[in-house]
């Protein structure tokens, strides 16, 4: 995976202890996936990389981190 084309990740950890990183091309497709998944029955969200994630199954998200070239 090539971090150079996003500017936004989110580390997380889900219920089997499984490392997971969203990554986002901008913080506004941050912001809309999270408003989206709060919205939902089942609270899903997908990052601009194609990765779709439920947050029923993370058990521990870090801090945005800023992807800095």
């Given amino acids: ?3 150079k084309n996003y500017t936004h990740k989110i580390v997380m950890f889900d219920v089997n202890s499984a490392k997971r990183v969203a990554y986002f ?5 941050l912001d809309k996936a999270f408003l989206n998944a709060c919205q939902m029955p089942i609270p899903l969200f997908g990052d601009d990389e194609g ?17 800095k070239e």
């Fill in 25 to 29: 091309e901008s913080e506004e497709n």
């Fill in 1 to 3: 995976m090539d971090e």
């Fill in 51 to 67: 990765t779709t994630f439920n947050l029923n199954n993370i058990v521990q998200m870090n801090s945005v981190e800023e992807i």
